[in-house]
């Protein structure tokens, strides 16, 4: 699926006469997932990025900006030559997006190998963290396991004695079970990844849930797939019997297929709806009111991500041929967060803090996600020391 | 009751519930192609429409009940049109003429579905009392919802039985997957019983789909991976025969179910929970082409052929 | 003379013609995304003119032709994240594990006909889907990123384009070549008799079983050896690649170019991708397309478009 967005500042344009890089327009290229049961992930992540161009004034560094979407159907390949294409046919400035870390595995050598600066809004897989970091990278979300590690704390924090994990069996699913196993002082008495994306019955899962009886049941399905989980947990009658704890299971864009069933299951997130600083109150603001719906993490994350790209250009006024000091300035990651100020590690990953979210029910009714309490401060994730650079 | 014996119950009644839904999609398949020898790869395109039709209809009636009959009957007319339209072209044909046709009409029908619905996919809510959990005996949950799946498809493989078994229609179906030419030489509207056919199959194949779309979600190409184990059960089955289609169907589903579920005990002997947890499904969707494999070698006919063919 | 040019050998000519100069456009313009397209077209194109010589000359259909490029690509991946990347390690083990595997399978498969051996065929391949999306140590589903490309010492650089380029080129050209030659002895006849009326070739006293196995062998290992190009052209491999709807994209490329004709397959796969690259930038649905135009090729059109083309006559 591809769309294009131009937009055109007409006075920027007419002045740009002599062959002076500064003087063009920047080029975008976004991979994200625009079709099957996930597009509203990307849709959202789209409708974030297009806010923050309306609150840039449709410019980045003051130049005109091209954004161009492409779907990867939540395919590793497909992703990979998606991604090839807007830096061979193309020739984008950045790439933005990826919401999958399979697909962002896959699609990253093309990337690094053309020196093109790719920022992930969403997936933080483990070896882009450590191995095989570099400089070219960044990440606007989280590693994947420093997620469920918070959630690991808080399960401490309640004193769960053993616990059953369950997950998908790709990229983010292993990292999330790694993350929890790396705090999570109890004992785990069963793990389980299923097949993934195709996998939404969890009946054989729930089964052996049942018959294990553990204090708690972790869980990261995001997505349709999180909707699927969470309504056979409660149709299997569990929810009443086993606590559930989540990552990325509950977000913005499931509560509403979850309904009731969400009420009353923590997650962790690095960013919920009510932070209280004001970028974000300005973005949850104008995105409801632009798009009727609240926005989720997704588009919080890809909101930073536009800000970010846009720090490093008006660092180099322009000039997007100067890498080497557009990543100086990303690293210093100078702009207005939504999650609040936070700094890079050596990884290009945030080092911020995670907070507990809970869904409650508003007195008019309709369920929101609220932030309770905040679980870890200035956490950084566990694999920095694996990259090379400094 | 002892905690391994409730789990073995309950992915042996997650086997047999696959194992129905399965039997409902090779129904069709098998006797369009027992009857009128045509390989129909887009018969997953019926059970995706089955399923969006559903969701679509249950949205616009706010009735579950009311949504699945509207979409059977929609799926049936859409099953219709398709034989008249292009199946009919195809009757005599190389087998291979059939697969690339079909093959073409699930590209068409998955775009189809796309322009028409969006590339988001549908949900298909359920009503309330058939969300929770029944104890079926004492310590055994089961969701409500996949009991009902069970005690439906039975009744429609009854229904079907007792169809095909016990009256003229039923009749000439048989007669017609032995012997094309005798049926039509002896004045049956031949033209008339194939379109009909053709329309009860895709309909089974539609039901199949919105059964599952209130666990799975109706999306675009849901039909593809579910085609082919239809194919396989058919085969096992023997082409043109019922009663193989339901053999095989259960055996099917339960060798899949279970197997997902008790391979990775096995493997975890040896390897992390990571890798066997990727091995036993992929073996357990092996075991499903090994066992048409064997019973290829041992009946190239399948289980039950029908026979004259 | 004439006979030489009729519209058909045109086509054909000056495809070949343009496919041997677009590299020298490329490098010129500098515009390199059209020799990624027409590389991968290429080596498609060789897995089709392999699949051709068994189901197009020798009606044997195999649903499951998709399987050889994914064990030669997955032969190439495993050993380059092993370490070992020396083309002359892999190519050969490729196409010895494709040749076992067509041998076995084979085997197996020849004993049955018409939709039985579609779906037997198909069987295997899903088998072998299934055992790499299994293999957790090489990706699973997700797939495997390949580092380094098949390192063929000074003979020849496969990380640059054109280099790469001119030996996918050269590979088809001297599968098409093989192919005919085949087609045209013995060997060829029997395949192609066979298909058209078995019985009688039994009569005359050939063992079929024999030669056609042999058949599916060459097939094999020459879409294997595409699967390896494929590896290094995209860096990377995964279990989609062997996906049953993989071996129906062969099989659609080579109906729509024409069976049983030599650069039928070449046709076809660049009709296909470049009708898949066009019409997606001019609508999102053009599925629905292709879709349909398949459906009347098959009940209106047999040949193909080298059907089309040879009924032709030069004026």
Same mark, same amino acid.
């Given at each position: 699926?591809?769309?294009?967005?131009?937009?055109?500042?007409?006075?920027?344009?007419?002045?740009?006469?002599?062959?002076?890089?500064?003087?063009?327009?920047?080029?975008?290229?976004?991979?994200?997932?625009?079709?099957?049961?996930?597009?509203?992930?990307?849709?959202?992540?789209?409708?974030?990025?297009?806010?923050?161009?309306?609150?840039?004034?449709?410019?980045?560094?003051?130049?005109?900006?091209?954004?161009?979407?492409?779907?990867?159907?939540?395919?590793?390949?497909?992703?990979?030559?998606?991604?090839?294409?807007?830096?061979?046919?193309?020739?984008?400035?950045?790439?933005?997006?990826?919401?999958?870390?399979?697909?962002?595995?896959?699609?990253?050598?093309?990337?690094?190998?053309?020196?093109?600066?790719?920022?992930?809004?969403?997936?933080?897989?483990?070896?882009?963290? %450590? @191995?095989?970091?570099?400089?070219?990278?960044?990440?606007?979300? $989280?590693? #994947? =396991?420093?997620?469920?590690? &918070?959630?690991?704390?808080?399960?401490?924090?309640?004193?769960?004695?053993?616990?059953?994990?369950?997950?998908?069996?790709?990229?983010?699913?292993?990292?999330?079970?790694?993350?929890?196993?790396?705090?999570?002082?109890?004992?785990?008495?069963?793990?389980?990844?299923?097949?993934?994306?195709?996998?939404?019955?969890?009946?054989?899962?729930?089964?052996?849930?049942?018959?294990?009886?553990?204090?708690?049941?972790?869980?990261?399905?995001?997505?349709?797939?999180?909707?699927?989980?969470?309504?056979?947990?409660?149709?299997?009658?569990?929810?009443?019997?086993?606590?559930?704890?989540?990552?990325?299971?509950?977000?913005?864009?499931?509560?509403?297929?979850? %309904? @009731?069933?969400?009420?009353?299951?923590?997650?962790?997130?690095? $960013?919920? #709806? =009510?932070?209280?600083?004001? &970028?974000?109150?300005?973005?949850?603001?104008?995105?409801?009111?632009?798009?009727?719906?609240?926005?989720?993490?997704?588009?919080?994350?890809?909101?930073?991500?536009?800000?970010?790209?846009?720090?490093?250009?008006?660092?180099?006024?322009?000039?997007?041929?100067?890498?080497?000091?557009?990543?100086?300035?990303?690293?210093?990651?100078?702009?207005?967060?939504?999650?609040?100020?936070?700094?890079?590690?050596?990884?290009?990953?945030?080092?911020?803090?995670?907070?507990?979210?809970?869904?409650?029910?508003?007195?008019?009714?309709?369920?929101?996600?609220?932030?309770?309490?905040?679980?870890?401060?200035?956490?950084?994730?566990?694999?920095?020391?694996?990259?090379?650079?400094? | 009751?002892?905690?391994?014996?409730?789990?073995?119950?309950?992915?042996?009644?997650?086997?047999?519930?696959?194992?129905?839904?399965?039997?409902?999609?090779?129904?069709?398949?098998?006797?369009?192609?027992?009857?009128?020898?045509?390989?129909?790869?887009?018969?997953?395109?019926?059970?995706?429409?089955?399923?969006?039709?559903?969701?679509?209809?249950?949205?616009?009636?706010?009735?579950?009940?009311?949504?699945?009959?509207?979409?059977?009957?929609?799926?049936?007319?859409?099953?219709?049109?398709?034989?008249?339209?292009?199946?009919?072209?195809?009757?005599?044909?190389?087998?291979?003429?059939?697969?690339?046709?079909?093959?073409?009409?699930?590209?068409?029908?998955?775009?189809?579905?796309?322009?028409?619905?969006?590339?988001?996919?549908?949900?298909?809510?359920?009503?309330?009392?058939?969300?929770?959990?029944?104890?079926?005996?004492?310590?055994?949950?089961?969701?409500?919802?996949?009991?009902?799946?069970?005690?439906?498809?039975?009744?429609?493989?009854?229904?079907?039985?007792?169809?095909?078994?016990?009256?003229?229609?039923?009749?000439?179906?048989?007669?017609?997957?032995?012997?094309?030419?005798?049926?039509?030489?002896?004045?049956?509207?031949?033209?008339?019983?194939?379109?009909?056919?053709?329309?009860?199959?895709?309909?089974?194949?539609?039901?199949?789909?919105?059964?599952?779309?209130?666990?799975?979600?109706?999306?675009?190409?849901?039909?593809?991976?579910?085609?082919?184990?239809?194919?396989?059960?058919?085969?096992?089955?023997?082409?043109?025969?019922?009663?193989?289609?339901?053999?095989?169907?259960?055996?099917?589903?339960?060798?899949?179910?279970?197997?997902?579920?008790?391979?990775?005990?096995?493997?975890?002997?040896?390897?992390?929970?990571?890798?066997?947890?990727?091995?036993?499904?992929?073996?357990?969707?092996?075991?499903?082409?090994?066992?048409?494999?064997?019973?290829?070698?041992?009946?190239?006919?399948?289980?039950?052929?029908?026979?004259?063919? | 003379?004439?006979?030489?040019?009729?519209?058909?050998?045109?086509?054909?000519?000056?495809?070949?013609?343009?496919?041997?100069?677009?590299?020298?456009?490329?490098?010129?313009?500098?515009?390199?995304?059209?020799?990624?397209?027409?590389?991968?077209?290429?080596?498609?194109?060789?897995?089709?003119?392999?699949?051709?010589?068994?189901?197009?000359?020798?009606?044997?259909?195999?649903?499951?032709?998709?399987?050889?490029?994914?064990?030669?690509?997955?032969?190439?991946?495993?050993?380059?994240?092993?370490?070992?990347?020396?083309?002359?390690?892999?190519?050969?083990?490729?196409?010895?594990?494709?040749?076992?595997?067509?041998?076995?399978?084979?085997?197996?498969?020849?004993?049955?006909?018409?939709?039985?051996?579609?779906?037997?065929?198909?069987?295997?391949?899903?088998?072998?889907?299934?055992?790499?999306?299994?293999?957790?140590?090489?990706?699973?589903?997700?797939?495997?990123?390949?580092?380094?490309?098949?390192?063929?010492?000074?003979?020849?650089?496969?990380?640059?384009?054109?280099?790469?380029?001119?030996?996918?080129?050269?590979?088809?050209?001297?599968?098409?070549?093989?192919?005919?030659?085949?087609?045209?002895?013995?060997?060829?006849?029997?395949?192609?008799?066979?298909?058209?009326?078995?019985?009688?070739?039994?009569?005359?006293?050939?063992?079929?079983?024999?030669?056609?196995?042999?058949?599916?062998?060459?097939?094999?290992?020459?879409?294997?050896?595409?699967?390896?190009?494929?590896?290094?052209?995209?860096?990377?491999?995964?279990?989609?690649?062997?996906?049953?709807?993989?071996?129906?994209?062969?099989?659609?490329?080579?109906?729509?170019?024409?069976?049983?004709?030599?650069?039928?397959?070449?046709?076809?796969?660049?009709?296909?991708?470049?009708?898949?690259?066009?019409?997606?930038?001019?609508?999102?649905?053009?599925?629905?397309?292709?879709?349909?135009?398949?459906?009347?090729?098959?009940?209106?059109?047999?040949?193909?478009?080298?059907?089309?083309?040879?009924?032709?006559?030069?004026?």
């Amino acid at each position: 699926m591809r769309k294009t967005l131009i937009t055109a500042s007409a006075l920027m344009v007419s002045l740009s006469v002599s062959a002076l890089a500064q003087h063009k327009s920047i080029k975008i290229g976004f991979v994200s997932t625009f079709s099957g049961p996930t597009a509203v992930i990307g849709n959202d992540m789209r409708n974030s990025f297009d806010l923050a161009l309306d609150h840039l004034d449709r410019k980045i560094g003051g130049l005109p900006v091209e954004v161009i979407y492409e779907d990867d159907q939540q395919k590793p390949e497909v992703g990979k030559q998606k991604t090839e294409k807007l830096i061979e046919s193309d020739h984008v400035d950045f790439i933005v997006g990826y919401i999958w870390s399979n697909v962002l595995l896959a699609s990253f050598k093309p990337a690094i190998d053309s020196k093109t600066i790719i920022v992930s809004a969403n997936a933080g897989p483990s070896q882009i963290a %450590g @191995e095989l970091c570099s400089p070219y990278f960044f990440s606007t979300s $989280w590693q #994947n =396991d420093q997620t469920p590690a &918070a959630v690991g704390l808080y399960m401490n924090q309640k004193g769960v004695k053993n616990a059953y994990l369950i997950g998908p069996n790709y990229a983010a699913g292993k990292d999330m079970l790694t993350g929890v196993k790396a705090t999570f002082k109890g004992k785990i008495i069963g793990e389980e990844y299923t097949r993934w994306p195709d996998q939404l019955d969890f009946s054989a899962e729930l089964s052996k849930v049942r018959a294990a009886k553990p204090d708690a049941v972790f869980v990261f399905y995001p997505g349709a797939a999180g909707v699927q989980f969470l309504n056979q947990y409660v149709q299997a009658g569990l929810k009443s019997q086993i606590p559930l704890y989540t990552a990325f299971t509950i977000d913005e864009t499931t509560l509403p297929r979850q %309904g @009731e069933n969400a009420i009353g299951i923590p997650g962790a997130q690095q $960013w919920v #709806n =009510d932070l209280p600083n004001d &970028a974000n109150k300005k973005f949850v603001a104008d995105y409801k009111a632009k798009y009727k719906t609240a926005p989720s993490f997704y588009g919080a994350q890809t909101y930073d991500a536009a800000n970010l790209v846009n720090s490093a250009v008006v660092a180099v006024k322009g000039d997007v041929a100067k890498k080497t000091d557009m990543i100086k300035a990303m690293e210093k990651a100078d702009f207005a967060s939504v999650r609040g100020s936070f700094r890079y590690g050596n990884n290009h990953f945030p080092i911020q803090s995670f907070y507990l979210q809970d869904v409650v029910k508003e007195s008019d009714r309709a369920l929101v996600l609220k932030t309770v309490a905040t679980i870890v401060k200035d956490d950084q994730d566990g694999f920095h020391d694996k990259c090379a650079m400094k | 009751m002892r905690d391994e014996v409730i789990l073995l119950i309950e992915q042996c009644l997650n086997g047999l519930q696959f194992g129905l839904l399965l039997f409902l999609l090779a129904a069709g398949l098998t006797l369009v192609f027992g009857i009128m020898d045509v390989v129909n790869l887009a018969h997953g395109s019926f059970y995706m429409l089955g399923a969006y039709f559903a969701a679509t209809f249950a949205a616009l009636t706010e009735s579950f009940a009311l949504g699945a009959v509207l979409a059977l009957a929609a799926t049936l007319a859409v099953g219709m049109a398709v034989e008249l339209i292009a199946i009919r072209k195809l009757y005599g044909r190389d087998h291979l003429d059939h697969v690339l046709a079909t093959f073409g009409l699930i590209l068409f029908f998955n775009e189809l579905v796309r322009l028409v619905w969006g590339p988001a996919g549908m949900n298909l809510p359920l009503p309330p009392f058939l969300s929770a959990s029944v104890e079926i005996l004492p310590d055994v949950h089961y969701p409500a919802y996949r009991l009902a799946i069970i005690v439906a498809a039975l009744a429609v493989a009854l229904t079907l039985y007792m169809v095909v078994m016990h009256t003229r229609v039923g009749m000439l179906i048989r007669a017609g997957a032995s012997n094309r030419e005798m049926v039509s030489a002896l004045g049956i509207n031949i033209q008339l019983l194939y379109t009909l056919v053709f329309g009860v199959g895709a309909a089974l194949a539609g039901l199949a789909g919105l059964i599952q779309a209130p666990i799975l979600t109706a999306q675009i190409g849901m039909g593809e991976n579910i085609l082919i184990v239809a194919l396989v059960v058919i085969i096992i089955g023997g082409i043109g025969s019922i009663r193989g289609a339901f053999v095989a169907a259960i055996f099917v589903g339960l060798v899949d179910t279970v197997g997902r579920a008790f391979l990775p005990e096995l493997f975890r002997l040896v390897m992390t929970p990571a890798a066997a947890s990727a091995l036993a499904p992929a073996l357990s969707s092996m075991l499903i082409y090994l066992l048409m494999a064997v019973v290829l070698v041992w009946q190239p006919q399948g289980l039950f052929p029908v026979d004259g063919k | 003379m004439s006979a030489i040019f009729t519209a058909r050998n045109l086509v054909i000519g000056a495809l070949l013609v343009f496919l041997a100069l677009l590299p020298v456009y490329a490098v010129a313009t500098g515009q390199f995304f059209p020799l990624t397209l027409l590389t991968r077209i290429v080596i498609l194109a060789l897995a089709a003119t392999s699949l051709n010589l068994i189901l197009g000359y020798g009606g044997m259909v195999s649903f499951g032709h998709a399987a050889y490029m994914g064990l030669g690509g997955y032969v190439v991946g495993i050993m380059a994240k092993e370490d070992i990347t020396s083309g002359f390690a892999q190519w050969p083990l490729a196409l010895a594990v494709c040749a076992l595997f067509a041998l076995v399978v084979g085997a197996l498969c020849l004993r049955t006909r018409g939709v039985y051996f579609i779906m037997i065929t198909l069987a295997f391949a899903q088998m072998i889907y299934y055992v790499a999306v299994g293999l957790d140590r090489y990706g699973g589903d997700d797939g495997l990123t390949i580092y380094r490309r098949s390192q063929f010492t000074n003979l020849i650089d496969l990380s640059g384009k054109v280099q790469f380029y001119y030996l996918c080129l050269a590979l088809l050209l001297a599968a098409i070549w093989l192919v005919s030659r085949l087609i045209n002895s013995r060997f060829g006849m029997v395949i192609q008799g066979s298909r058209s009326n078995e019985r009688r070739m039994r009569a005359i006293g050939f063992p079929i079983l024999r030669y056609r196995l042999a058949s599916f062998v060459i097939a094999g290992m020459m879409c294997g050896l595409a699967g390896a190009l494929l590896a290094n052209h995209t860096d990377f491999i995964s279990p989609a690649v062997m996906h049953w709807t993989r071996s129906g994209d062969l099989i659609v490329m080579i109906v729509l170019g024409g069976m049983g004709s030599l650069f039928g397959p070449l046709i076809g796969a660049i009709t296909l991708l470049m009708l898949e690259e066009g019409l997606s930038r001019v609508t999102e649905y053009w599925q629905i397309i292709v879709g349909p135009l398949l459906l009347f090729i098959v009940v209106y059109a047999h040949g193909g478009i080298d059907g089309i083309l040879a009924s032709l006559r030069r004026g």
